[in-house]
């Protein structure tokens, strides 16, 4: 299992900082996620970056046991 961060306003969605959410790909974690955590935050998502250990990834990207997937969503301020 993957352990899928969050932050901002995914964070406050889900009503929580972290969880472990099974699948082999990103596009899989965030399918499963968006599954529990419902449509607010499949927009939130939507448009947010997805980083794996700290590096850009898109939904094809593989995750292995122990990844981290993280959902940053925009920022916005001046």
């Known amino acids: 299992m993957a352990h899928l961060r969050l932050f901002g306003p995914a964070r406050a969605e ?8 099974p699948g082999r790909t990103v596009g899989a974690v965030l399918d499963e996620a968006v599954s529990c955590f419902g449509a ?3 927009r939130i998502v939507g448009s947010s970056q997805i980083w794996v250990n700290g590096e850009a ?3 094809d ?18």
């Open 14 to 21: 889900a009503g929580t900082g972290g969880v472990e959410i």
């Open 61 to 78: 990207h593989p995750v292995a046991a122990g990844d981290e997937v993280a959902v940053i969503p925009p920022v916005s301020g001046g």
């Open 40 to 42: 607010g935050f499949a």
């Open 57 to 59: 990834a898109g939904r």
